[in-house]
């Protein structure tokens, strides 16, 4: 296979081969004899013979430095192994070859950081002095930028280079967002690895800072760039430490991609006023001072799991917050969203309740959910465009209408499949997006906070047909939009699940479920939800491919909740005559398989079973 430089070489060998036949044919098929006659008749020509040779000289000096060329990449990989990273990158490629890919990711970013260096400073004067003025003695900032190019921005105002130590270029994005970290400290504390932030006085101040962010976009994986998330810190450090007034500061981005929105809000972006690549924000410093001080990435949690008060506290008064969930396409999940609402309730919190529900959600349906405490707001559901017809994903876009709740600050987002089983409150004290880790890099979207805001949800609903979401699914797409998250404990969104068929694992995890009072904040339902199953036994025992999701002791414990339910909803959770027929079947198909458990011999004393 040929790349692209050998293709060029093969091109100019082939044209000076050409050029060079052309020029014997026209003057060197005459003898030497024949020359000197011609040059000493017409006086010209010897001179116009110099100027031709002298032009075949230039041009072979031409072919020959093309004959050397590379791509940029290549010349790029050239460069790095003869800089003093090479040995750096020789050793990293040896010992994992998926890091040297992240370290000649980086190398292209920082080479097509080259770009916006000719500014339209009229236009840039009027986008700032349409936030802050423009006046004499304004102090800016420069991240990513070289000394040489501080006198550009004297036309603004006196500027300074922030100095910062990049990155090791051995930290990799999974370095920072692992998928497993020791949270409970059993064997080791979690560290996240260090990415350096310059220093700041106290007696500094500026009125704006300008950086260069790195894009690698439209590349694979271009929004998970470590040196890229590392300028973001680092300009949002200067703003929370450096601001004049401390409470808001200018920030002006140079980029082909958008700022990363965990940390650049989208309502506090200005109107570029027609730069491309060139966004400007006015962002709040304390909300910014508030996310740098949470740990680099999900390699630490953001909060610990013990000592959390069981009496809710009064963080802010003023603030506005509230739990929600949504339904849709289907009513199959109105009982599990009136137990969460109980759950909620008896977990001590006060909080409002906010559901989400569309047309298909009926309206007897709606006065149980209002008799459970929820307020109840229609929506039109949201259309995955790459979902197939009919398919389980088909509408689950409908969740971004979470962000239109702008009427609340906070909104702690609850899958209606979980139950709450101690106070959460002090949740609303994150920043969005906080949740607890479910595989990879990836958040777990079944509960997280957000901060609601129309420019957020106008922002996803635009993007549905280019971003890729990996599942198909809504939880892939925030993950592609909300890249750096904050890792909660998994205490707080518990899966039902065993992973191994191991004794002590089942035994840990069955004491967990039910402990009393209860070690875990949420229990979430994984497989057959409890209200589909009778009350007698977890019914994913039953089926071949849900049987990691069963137990008795979980199963037990939905169904507590739901006997603590005022006694007029109880006919919101009856089992569907469908649903009947389902478990009957899955019984005989697991007593024909011979499953050891043998729950499928175990009589129905459910009195559902007869409803």
């Keep these: 296979m040929k790349y692209r430089g050998q293709v060029s070489v093969n091109f100019f060998m082939q044209a000076y081969k050409g050029q060079?036949?052309?020029?014997?044919?026209?003057?060197?098929?005459?003898?030497?004899?024949?020359?000197?006659?011609?040059?000493?008749?017409?006086?010209?020509?010897?001179?116009?013979?110099?100027?031709?040779?002298?032009?075949?000289?230039?041009?072979?000096?031409?072919?020959?430095?093309?004959?050397f060329f590379t791509p940029g990449s290549l010349d790029l990989e050239?460069?790095?192994?003869?800089?003093?990273?090479?040995?750096?990158?020789?050793?990293?490629?040896?010992?994992?070859?998926?890091?040297?890919?992240?370290?000649?990711?980086?190398?292209?970013?920082?080479?097509?950081?080259?770009?916006?260096?000719?500014?339209?400073?009229?236009?840039?004067?009027?986008m700032i002095g349409s936030v802050m003025g423009i006046k004499e003695g304004m102090k800016i900032a420069l991240v990513n930028f070289e000394e040489e190019e501080v006198q550009q921005w004297e036309p603004l105002g006196e500027t300074t280079v922030i100095k910062f130590e990049r990155v090791d270029e051995d930290v990799a994005w999974t370095d920072l967002f692992p998928e497993w970290i020791d949270e409970e400290e059993q064997y080791t504390t979690p560290v996240c690895p260090t990415v350096p932030m310059p220093e700041i006085s106290n007696e500094?101040?500026?009125?704006?800072?300008?950086?260069?962010?790195?894009?690698?976009?439209?590349?694979?994986?271009w929004s998970r760039d470590v040196l890229r998330l590392q300028i973001h810190l680092v300009s949002a450090n200067?703003?929370?430490?450096?601001?004049?007034?401390?409470?808001?500061?200018?920030?002006?981005?140079?980029?082909?991609?958008?700022?990363?929105?965990?940390?650049?809000?989208?309502?506090?972006?200005?109107?570029?006023?027609?730069?491309?690549?060139?966004?400007?924000?006015?962002?709040?410093?304390?909300?910014?001072?508030?996310?740098?001080?949470l740990p680099v990435g999900s390699c630490e949690l953001a909060l610990s799991w013990k000592d959390h008060p069981e009496t809710p506290r009064v963080l802010n008064p003023n603030r506005r917050e509230a739990y929600a969930t949504i339904l849709h396409s289907s009513e199959f999940y109105v009982c599990g969203a009136i137990a969460l609402a109980q759950s909620i309730r008896m977990s001590g919190s006060m909080k409002d309740l906010i559901i989400l529900v569309d047309k298909k959600v009926g309206e007897e349906k709606r006065e149980g959910l209002r008799a459970a405490g929820w307020q109840v707001r229609e929506i039109r559901r949201i259309r995955n465009p790459r979902a197939e017809k009919y398919s389980y994903n088909e509408w689950n876009y409908s969740k971004f209408r979470l962000w239109q709740l702008t009427d609340y600050d906070k909104i702690i987002f609850i899958d209606s499949d979980l139950l709450i089983l101690r106070n959460l409150d002090f949740l609303f004290?994150?920043?969005?997006?906080?949740?607890?880790?479910?595989?990879?890099?990836?958040?777990?979207?079944?509960?997280?906070?957000?901060?609601?805001?129309?420019?957020?949800?106008?922002?996803?609903?635009?993007?549905?047909?280019?971003?890729?979401?990996?599942?198909?699914?809504?939880?892939?797409?925030?993950?592609?939009?909300?890249?750096?998250?904050?890792?909660?404990?998994?205490?707080?969104?518990?899966?039902?699940?065993?992973?191994?068929?191991?004794?002590?694992?089942?035994?840990?995890?069955?004491?967990?479920?039910?402990?009393?009072?209860p070690?875990?904040?949420?229990?979430?339902?994984?497989?057959?939800?409890?209200?589909?199953?009778?009350?007698?036994?977890?019914?994913?025992?039953?089926?071949?491919?849900?049987r990691a999701y069963a137990s008795n002791v979980a199963h037990a414990r939905w169904w507590k909740i739901h006997d603590n339910m005022p006694r007029q909803l109880h006919k919101f959770c009856l089992v569907p005559t469908v649903q009947k027929e389902i478990l009957e079947w899955d019984r005989m198909q697991a007593q024909i398989s011979g499953f050891p458990d043998q729950h499928w011999k175990l009589n129905i004393t459910d009195p559902r079973l007869h409803l």
């Design 429 to 517: 004290d994150l920043p969005e997006i906080s949740a607890t880790g479910n595989s990879r890099f990836i958040f777990n979207s079944g509960m997280m906070v957000i901060e609601p805001s129309n420019c957020t949800f106008s922002f996803l609903l635009r993007h549905r047909r280019d971003i890729v979401s990996y599942n198909g699914g809504d939880q892939g797409y925030l993950n592609e939009v909300f890249t750096w998250w904050h890792r909660i404990p998994k205490r707080m969104n518990y899966l039902k699940h065993f992973w191994s068929n191991d004794t002590e694992e089942f035994e840990m995890k069955t004491s967990l479920f039910g402990a009393d009072p």
């Design 519 to 546: 070690e875990l904040y949420v229990l979430h339902y994984l497989g057959i939800k409890p209200w589909l199953c009778y009350r007698d036994y977890d019914c994913n025992w039953n089926v071949e491919n849900q």
């Design 238 to 293: 200067v703003a929370a430490r450096a601001s004049r007034n401390g409470e808001k500061m200018a920030m002006l981005f140079f980029s082909s991609c958008r700022p990363m929105p965990d940390l650049f809000r989208c309502e506090d972006l200005v109107k570029n006023q027609g730069m491309d690549a060139v966004w400007l924000y006015v962002s709040d410093v304390k909300k910014l001072a508030k996310k740098i001080s």
């Design 204 to 221: 500094t101040k500026f009125d704006l800072v300008v950086a260069r962010l790195p894009c690698r976009k439209p590349e694979q994986g």
């Design 20 to 67: 060079v036949d052309r020029l014997n044919d026209k003057y060197f098929k005459y003898s030497p004899e024949m020359l000197r006659q011609v040059g000493t008749t017409r006086g010209c020509r010897p001179f116009g013979t110099r100027i031709r040779l002298l032009v075949l000289l230039l041009f072979m000096a031409a072919c020959t430095s093309w004959m």
């Design 78 to 126: 050239k460069e790095l192994r003869n800089s003093t990273q090479a040995e750096r990158y020789g050793k990293v490629r040896w010992r994992d070859p998926e890091k040297v890919g992240v370290i000649m990711e980086r190398g292209l970013a920082e080479k097509r950081n080259e770009q916006n260096r000719v500014i339209n400073w009229r236009r840039l004067n009027s």
